[in-house]
Nanobody, 124 residues
Framework: QVQLVESGGGLVQTGGSLRLSCVVSGRTSTTYIMGWFRQAPGKEREFVAATNWSGLTTRYARALKGRFTISTDNDENTVYLQMNGLKPEDTAVYYC?????????????????WGKGTLVTVSS
């Protein structure tokens, strides 16, 4: 069983930055792909970014590449999402996810474990 606990969400103004953290416990395999998804009110959950634990292979949603950065700290069993230049349309609940797969091309159907989410609100 893998447990994912997110933190770091909050209220930020347009143009601001936040760093989300996801602490992973019970991890049994370094081959798991870690990702971030988000779900805005009234919308479906969508892919944000994914990485392997080495950080050498990453993937981003096309619209977010350049503003968001995913990274890992293997010693702390933590996955981060650095978000810069935030916009009101980035407002959503952000979920940490783990997938027992070798590909960083993730959909919601690939996810084996979800965190409970952390709310990010960007004010205009």
């Amino acid at each position: 069983q893998v447990q994912l606990v997110e933190s770091g969400g909050g209220l930020v103004q347009t143009g601001g930055s936040l760093r989300l953290s996801c602490v992973v416990s019970g991890r049994t395999s370094t081959t798991y792909i870690m990702g971030w998804f988000r779900q805005a009110p009234g919308k479906e959950r969508e892919f944000v970014a994914a990485t392997n634990w080495s950080g050498l292979t990453t993937r981003y949603a096309r619209a977010l590449k350049g503003r968001f950065t995913i990274s890992t700290d293997n010693d702390e069993n933590t996955v981060y999402l650095q978000m810069n230049g935030l916009k009101p349309e980035d407002t959503a609940v952000y979920y940490c996810a783990a997938a027992n797969t070798r590909s960083v091309i993730l959909t919601t159907g690939d996810i084996d474990y979800w965190g409970k989410g952390t709310l990010v609100t960007v004010s205009s």
